[in-house]
């Protein structure tokens, strides 16, 4: 199976393992483990193998990882890439699960847990762990998925998308939608379009595309969807979609959709345009598998939303408690306006504050994307704002004469935070991780 591969030290010939490991924190007993070489950034030390996994019944090797003695068994391979690579596509011809990939500018992550919360009605199902979207990432996954699950649900990331797809070969594809984000890699949407469509390059020919109709760029993801011959379901608000919102109940906390005709209530998750969004993208992924939609969607009733990525923190105060709302884990301008947009909806009897770290990675239209953003909130109805990352002073003179808005660091917003909260108040969090809000957030959740 792995080209070239020797073993050190045998294995017994009853060894069973359950899954691979290539990170510390993702290690769980009965894993194969692949231990990092001296310079490498690939696999386990092994001083954090010895403290995290004492004796694995088996560590992988290559000719620079130097003696390692403490595993049951040792096999050393040419390249441990290479050979996890190959591990994962004996595992994709293993699984009988049918794969379900999932991709988009923003929320993508919460998207995938959300249909592998749902999908638990029907069946047993293994989704992304540690948020691993990228080749390796996905490649380890598939070795950690059982062969009795009946679903698979992985993030796939635009960066290495040809080889994401390769790997996971989805049988359903959900695409959510299209923004200006990682501009410094991909130099405008038409491109991100391009190379996220390519997560349709390895699926089987009776596999299943479900894309936002309403997404920038919509028309050129399906024609590649259609060029592959891809079964495309389309979701949103216009004409000629397959699943379309028919109504938001008057507690906004459920929607009603036509899904292919049939009319579903099913709940939402958070509030505003992307909670209605991603109930569509879920409900088409349901569709795609031929499970019953408003059935499993009730799922969603006690779905948790994950850290950083709509989380709401009661803050116990001395004289009354306050919420935040922690969207703290990464930006770009479609998921903050997203976020201000739930901090509008949410019910509040105190203000409204906004913490916002700057938008990493949108290169050349960085200073603009700031720029508009600010132009934005000087007409919303938020109590205080605090701007937080270098990219925000050269366009704050758009709102320097606005007393709710002002300028802080980090280390000062750790010493006035508790300071700044008062009983009622709903406080909004969010930032690329650059900025360290999401580590910040840490001690809250």
């Known amino acids: 199976m792995i080209k070239g591969a ?31 070489m001296a310079k490498g950034d690939f696999g386990i030390p092994p001083q954090v193998l010895k403290s995290e996994a004492p004796n694995p019944s088996m560590a992988i090797i ?16 040419p390249s441990q890439q290479e050979a996890l690579f190959a591990l994962a596509a ?24 959300m249909i592998a919360h749902c999908l638990q009605g029907a069946g047993s199902v ?26 698979c649900v992985l993030e796939m990331a635009i960066g290495q998308m040809l080889s994401n797809s390769k790997i996971a070969q989805p049988d359903v594809a959900v695409f959510t939608n299209i923004h200006p984000a990682h501009l410094i890699y991909h130099k405008d949407v038409q491109t991100i379009a391009r190379r996220k469509a390519q997560i349709f390059s390895s699926m089987p020919a009776d596999g299943v595309a479900v894309i936002n109709a309403d997404m920038e760029q919509s028309e050129l993801v399906q024609q590649v969807a259609a060029s592959r011959g891809l079964q495309v379901l389309l979701y949103g608000t216009g ?48 569709r795609a598998l031929h499970q019953p939609v408003a059935v499993l969607m009730e799922q969603l009733n006690s779905f948790a939303p994950l850290p950083g990525r709509g989380q709401t923190l009661t803050y116990p105060g001395a004289n009354g408690a306050a919420h935040i709302l922690d ?30 770290g700057q938008m990493a990675e949108l290169g050349e239209e960085g200073e603009e994307h ?39 660091g980090l280390a000062e917003l750790r010493q006035k935070f508790s300071a700044m909260i008062d009983p009622g108040d709903l406080i909004m969090v969010k930032g690329s991780n650059s900025t360290g809000l999401f580590r910040f957030m840490e001690r809250y959740r």
Request: negative net charge; glycine residues 8%; hydrophobic residues 45%.
């Open 126 to 151: 293994y989704a992304t762990r540690f948020g691993a979207n990228m080749a390796r990432g996905i490649s380890w996954n598939l070795c950690c998925v059982p062969e009795t699950v009946s679903y």
């Open 370 to 408: 700031h720029r508009k953003l600010l132009m934005d909130l000087r007409n919303q109805a938020i109590d205080q704002v605090w701007l937080l990352g270098d990219e925000f002073m050269p366009v704050f003179d758009t709102v320097s004469q606005d007393t709710r808005f002002a300028c802080i």
């Open 90 to 113: 004996d595992a994709r011809r293993r699984i009988r699960a049918r794969v379900v990939g999932v991709t988009g500018s923003a929320g993508k992550t919460s998207v995938t847990a």
């Open 239 to 286: 004409p000629g979609v397959d699943i379309r919102p028919i109504e938001i109940s008057a507690c906004e906390n459920s929607i009603s959709l036509d899904v292919q005709g049939d009319r579903c209530v099913v709940p939402l998750v958070g509030h505003g345009e992307y909670a209605v969004q991603n109930a569509m993208a879920i409900a088409g992924a349901l």
């Open 6 to 36: 020797e073993w050190r030290v045998a294995p017994d010939p009853d060894l069973v393992v359950s899954g691979v490991s290539v990170y510390a924190p993702t290690y769980r007993p009965g894993e194969m483990v692949f231990l990092r």
């Open 327 to 356: 969207h703290s884990y990464n930006a770009n301008p479609a998921s903050m306006r997203a976020a201000l947009d739930e901090l509008a909806m949410m019910p509040c009897t105190g203000r409204r504050i906004a913490i916002l």
């Open 62 to 77: 290559d000719a620079a990882s130097g003696d390692f003695s403490d595993a049951q068994s040792v096999l050393m391979v």
